[in-house]
């Protein structure tokens, strides 16, 4: 085998071969075989200066010329000095720079070129003051300049606080871009790259930089994105928002609110929603006859939707917008469950119906509870009348302390629901069948709907009516829903006419005993309402009718219009028997008489928090 390349026997060198003194010229026979363009590569990777090749043939000529008369005038110059008079360590500080620069100016001042001469004639008065003239003449800054050695003279030319450009130059560059031609007219797929309609032929590098424009017009920095785009800024010392990013993060660590609770305030615009269909929320399994009723968890941060169809199961569907998967199924035989609803908490389950019972689903254990007997007593339980025994009709109030029930002949009863017992603990009454309940968000008012279109406001505290009045224009009004926030109450009739009242104003209206009067009413639908829900914002209220076919609108509440734009004639609605927003207000989830629960995507709204 043969000996490797790499191992090769050290030569000793020549006797003839000399130590090059400092400051002289090196000849490096390998840099005669190196062309112009790998010279200017190395000038670019190592900081050599560069030159032609001729250029550098003479140069090198004129300096090896040079190098051997001075050879032995070296030796002898450099011969006495320390090693500490020739080399310096620079570590930055201004101080030592100076100091290492006059250690530099000393030897090489035209005094220690002349002090060999001056010393074989034997005269050191003339030394003295050869020397004493050259040093004042290295104290003006332009001897200073031509004294040091090319590095020494790059580096003091930056600027004391210079740092160099965080974005480095390219490693290679193609020298045929500059030269390259690219018609922009006579390519359909390049046209949409000109500035003016009559702009036709651009060299490589503008082509280049219009397709950079391009894909970053197609494909925007995403939003997710921008944060971190800032935090590299601020470390790379770029941009002027450290302060305030700085603010936000002690804001952020000094609080005790959660991160994805926060949720941007969004404005809708009147006249066209931004809506988009995604998978049906049961598709994982879906019920086999009418979906009664639905309902997203209270909590922002549980993506649950409860579901309750006519074939007595409840089914909870994790909603993710893609899969919606199926997490639990709940067989209730002994109740057909009309109306299914979370507690506020949100750690429970109200299941009720056409039955003067109730079951509760515990959602931490899983455990299944039905109410006491002899919940009501002989006031609820006695008569003939089967659609009076039920709790149909009933809603929790805002901290869940108190369930109203509606009874039969307008009695409403009020359950205990802090001991846990379910025990009535009064009742107020109405003169006619109640149809419908709603809380003020205050927690202690009640209103409710009489079958006379009569609307009664209830303080829970003193039983007592605080005020009725008639819905304006209303025949056979039985759907009454109010918002979140208290802002607004919503009346749906028979007819199809649905009035949309202030609160504010109506409250004090109903401290003076006068009627109020509605802000609008909406006549989009034609047949008897039968579903009003609004939104968690206040800016969207849903109606609906079961009685035909596709009868759903969305209200845009500041400006009282429908969307025109949603839903169309092809929009697979159906019978509409329940609708419900998610706590964001990012999903709609619409159940029809077919067992089928529709998932839609509000894009107005960030279904991440953001």
């Known amino acids: 085998m043969g000996k490797h390349t790499r191992k090769r026997l050290r030569k000793d060198k020549s006797t003839h071969e000399r130590a090059i003194p400092l400051g002289a010229a090196v000849l490096s026979d390998d840099d005669v075989d190196k062309d112009d363009e790998e010279r200017r590569l190395e000038s670019l990777l190592f900081g050599k200066p560069s030159m032609a090749r001729r250029e550098r043939m003479t140069t090198c000529e004129e300096r090896a010329s040079e190098s051997d008369n001075d050879v032995e005038e070296n030796e002898e110059e450099l011969e006495g000095l320390l090693d500490s008079d020739l080399f310096f360590v620079d570590d930055g500080a201004a101080s030592k720079f100076q100091h290492a620069k006059d ?6 001042s035209p005094a220690s070129e002349e002090k060999p001469h001056a010393s074989d004639n034997g005269d050191d008065d003339s030394s003295n003051g050869a020397q004493s003239e050259a040093s004042n003449d290295a104290d003006t800054p332009e001897a200073a ?4 050695p090319t590095s020494l003279t790059l580096l003091t030319s930056r600027p004391p606080n210079h740092r160099p450009k965080s974005r480095k130059a390219p490693a290679w560059t193609d020298p045929d871009d500059a030269s390259l031609e690219v018609l922009l007219a006579s390519s359909a797929r390049l046209r949409k790259l000109r500035d003016a309609p009559e702009e036709d032929a651009i060299n490589g590098r503008e082509y280049e930089r219009r397709l950079r424009r391009q894909f970053v017009k197609m494909n925007p920095t995403p939003e997710w994105a921008t944060p971190a785009a800032r935090r590299k800024r601020r470390r790379t010392g770029d941009g002027d928002d450290g302060d305030v990013a700085g603010l936000d993060m002690d804001t952020l660590v000094t609080s005790s609110g959660g991160i994805l609770g926060h949720r941007r305030r969004t404005r809708l615009d009147p006249g066209v929603l931004a809506i988009e269909r995604l998978r049906d929320a049961n598709q994982a399994a879906q019920a086999e006859g009418e979906v009664n009723a639905i309902q997203f968890h209270p909590s922002p941060q549980v993506s649950m939707l409860l579901i309750a169809s006519s074939d007595r199961r409840i089914r909870l569907f994790n909603i993710d917008g893609h ?6 199924t709940l067989h209730i035989p002994a109740l057909p469950v009309t109306n299914a609803q979370f507690h506020p908490s949100g750690s429970s389950i109200l299941l009720t119906g056409h039955r003067p019972f109730y079951y509760t689903y515990d959602l931490q254990s899983g455990a299944t509870t039905r109410s006491p007997r002899g919940l009501w007593g002989t006031t609820f339980t006695n008569g003939n009348d089967n659609a009076d025994l039920s709790m149909e009709t009933c809603a929790f109030n805002t901290g869940g302390d108190v369930l109203a029930v509606a009874g ?15 025990q009535a603990i009064g009742s107020v009454k109405a003169n006619t069948g109640v149809r419908a309940l709603w809380w003020v968000p205050n927690g202690r008012e009640l209103m409710t709907l009489g079958e006379d279109a009569e609307a009664y406001l209830w303080d829970i505290g003193t039983r007592r009516c605080v005020h009725r009045w008639k819905d304006d224009g209303g025949f056979g009004s039985r759907v009454l829903v109010g918002d979140r ?9 028979k007819s199809g006419i649905v009035n949309v009242y202030d609160s504010e104003t109506s409250t004090a209206s109903w401290r003076k005993n006068d009627r109020p009067k509605p802000l609008k009413a909406i006549g989009n639908l034609t047949t008897s309402i039968s579903v009003a829900r609004f939104n968690q914002d206040s800016q969207l209220l849903a ?14 509440m500041p400006s009282l219009t429908a969307f025109s734009n949603w839903p169309t004639s092809s929009t697979p609605l159906g019978h509409v028997t329940s609708v419900d927003f998610s706590s964001g207000s990012e999903y709609v989830a619409i159940g029809n008489t077919r067992g089928r629960v529709l998932l839609y995507h509000l894009k107005d709204y960030d279904a991440h928090g953001g």
């Open 408 to 422: 039969r002949r307008g009695y409403v009863h009020l359950v205990d629901w802090r001991t846990g017992g379910g």
């Open 323 to 328: 899969t919606n998967p199926r997490l639990q």
């Open 103 to 108: 250690d530099v100016l000393d030897v090489s």
């Open 485 to 493: 926030s208290g802002n607004y109450v919503a009346i749906g009739s």
């Open 543 to 556: 109606i609906a009718s079961k009685a035909q076919k596709d009868q759903l609108r969305l209200i845009h």
């Open 145 to 148: 300049e031509e004294a040091l």
